[in-house]
């Protein structure tokens, strides 16, 4: 059984981006920014404010939002 410690939740988080619709959701938007020319660009200091399990929540909605 493999065990994600917070580094490898973020890099999780890291690698993906919300899409248009979940940009402005209050978990999401203090997170990062999106620029036309760069896409969205997290916010590494407020990433690693947050809980292992806010971004496993982060993450997961971030893989759904393309789903819709």
Known sequence: MYILDKEDLISLVKGN??????????????????????????????LKELTEIVLYDVYKRCKESWKK
């Open 17 to 46: 981006c919300p899409n248009f619709n979940l940009m402005d959701h209050f978990l999401i938007k203090h997170l990062g920014s999106y620029n036309d020319n760069r896409g969205w660009t997290w916010n590494e200091n407020e």
